[in-house]
């Protein structure tokens, strides 16, 4: 037997970490681990929480922290990774630093095709803002060519095609831009939100795509009905989920996972993409989370207001802010089953 | 229902949080998720890798900085903790800031019996050498009576307890010396290396006790077959295990959880106690964690040299200790059902 069977695969994940908040490599690092993988994590941050609260204590890493923190694993031969998962990294120089991780491994086993997969989610803004440094944006393009599967949502699709996105014409035409421009091989774009006919307002899409030999889209959509309630970390849960699953799907495919970054044979249409397979799949599994997560917010509300005794002013819009921020962290850990075996069915279609 | 029925018990675990390796914080994390905890996680170090690699890179953290993170945590109420555990921290200051986080968290909660339990493990040394500054002894003595559970290995307790320990007798009075000066409800003695008759030197043994309302001990004994490998992080693998066992066996005893710190009634025999069923559960698990982890470590040195190609020189001494460093590292993720559900049976007697 080969020794690989036995083992889990190596992760690095790349990501903030917050001591009491479910986003960044908090999520990660749990979900990832749930679904057997052994992962090294490199915490771009250490806040005290999510910055939804509007208040938070920490510190940041700099660039140079973090590729010293790299050095310290290259050093003792932990930088035998099998995938990298790089999620929100403060700054330009910190995006150039754990970009130069990623092409460091892409170097160290290219003659080992297949062998390692970089899942970049390039974390800039969404619905039309940039929170980041604009500086951030040309950093990312510059690491493109590097990644096997990027997960912008729409407004990092547009940052990074240069095409504005406002139907489904347009998404296909921002995938055949990162697809042949910058020769990234996989793409989803992970929140769809203009509506079209077979996307009502009460539901979302994410659409996909596995570029050909000769870079042309093959584009999937999945739709999903939404939740409505302002949850963090579901981009962090997308990342870690996909990265799971994504390896999965290609090794139900004989001979993909030693294929350079896992490109399905041209015959192969989109639906039936690995990658469809992963995101219905991820997509299940985040519905249940989601749905359950929703459903304790009462009592997780309650629980906290009791917790503050005699302090607990309900009408008070600042602390009201604050218990509702922490009911609407992701409930992970009780829904492990959600993680590993997901009941739900979602399903690809064509576009 | 009362909502607490439905909620994660919400754990605040600090200790060291290393990228690559399975100590610290990075396994006391998984393991209480595992088992169903919400864990805020406060790093005390960012390091690499652990120190027994004999090189890393990385940062500790202030006692001002772990103070400003808990502060984030408690202006958001995000601190309405159930359980505290922590481990390693760098330096008396750093102590001292983790203490008046859990004195606070005790008066937090003074007028709820039961609410607020902290596992301390005081880590110093081991095998007769401080590895901290000496000046964290003191730190840690004056903490004492605010911990409800304390994991000294042998040389920790004689430190704390200012007892030599050479045989049964000794280690008994010391953890009477700890219950009695100190007022410490829990004791487990976690590594006890003097051989008895009944004790071969195969095998292994912890001591614990619940004390009795006249802070009398009630020592018990387990043994267990020792597994001749050098690991690191069984300290926090056995520190998170605990946390869980000792709140789960708690709670098997009607009323218990509510009263102060969880102290068993007087008639209560040694062999009776929740910590007792707690610990033979808990070294159920790291038997089983440990077992796999030593099977596996070939097929781990095998993947690690593979990974090194060109560069495998099997003979270098230095680059030999680092393949094996990283084949000891506990193999958790792929044992989950070990941590969730240990089939091994092992039982606590009387002293």
Redesign the interface.
């Known amino acids: 037997m080969s ?2 069977l ?3 695969p190596r992760v690095l994940a790349v990501a903030s ?1 917050d ?3 479910n986003v960044g490599n ?1 999520v990660a ?2 979900v990832l ?2 679904l ?8 771009t941050v ?4 999510h910055t939804g ?1 509007r ?5 940041r ?1 700099t660039a140079q ?1 973090i590729t ?6 290259k ?4 930088d ?1 990774f099998d995938m990298m998962l790089s999620g929100y990294i403060p700054g330009a120089e910190g995006v150039t630093a754990v970009g130069n991780i990623a092409k460091g491994l892409k170097d160290k086993f290219r ?1 080992v095709p297949g062998k390692f997969f970089w899942v970049l989610d390039p974390v800039m803004g969404d619905n039309g803002k940039l929170y980041v440094a604009p500086e951030v944006v040309p950093a990312y393009k510059a690491l493109l060519p590097y990644a096997d599967l990027i997960l912008p949502n729409q407004f990092e699709a547009e940052q990074l095609s240069d095409v504005k996105i406002v139907d489904m014409d347009s998404l296909t035409q921002a995938i055949q831009v990162l697809h042949e421009k910058f020769h990234i091989p996989h793409i989803i774009i992970t929140s769809v939100s203009f509506t079209t006919p077979s996307h009502p307002p009460s539901h979302l899409s994410v659409v996909g795509s596995t570029m050909t030999s000769d870079r042309r889209a093959r584009p999937f959509k999945i739709t999903f009905p939404s939740i409505d309630c302002y949850f963090c970390g579901t981009g962090d849960m997308f990342g870690a989920l996909i990265t799971s699953r994504v390896r999965e799907a290609v090794e139900a495919v004989p001979g993909l996972r030693s294929r350079e970054s896992w490109l399905s044979e041209d015959g192969v249409a989109a639906t039936e993409l690995p990658l469809a397979r992963a995101a219905e799949k991820v997509l299940a599994s985040m519905h249940e989370v989601l749905a359950k997560t929703r459903d ?1 917010m ?3 509300m ?3 207001w009791a ?3 005699g302090e607990a002013d309900r009408g008070d819009e600042k ?1 009201a802010h ?2 509702k ?2 009911a609407a962290e992701l ?4 829904n ?1 089953d959600s993680l590993r075996s997901p009941t739900t069915t979602f399903t690809a279609t064509r576009i």
Chains 1, 2 share one sequence.
Do not use: C, I, M
């Open positions: 020794p690989e036995l083992l889990a970490h001591s009491s908040s908090k690092v749990f681990q749930s057997g993988f052994d992962v090294a994590a490199l915490n250490q806040f005290s929480n609260y208040q938070w204590t920490g510190t890493a922290e010293d923190l790299y050095a310290g694993l050093q003792s031969y932990l035998d003659h304790a009462p009592a997780v309650e629980r906290t917790s503050l005794g602390k604050y218990v921020s922490k409930q992970l850990v009780t492990l």
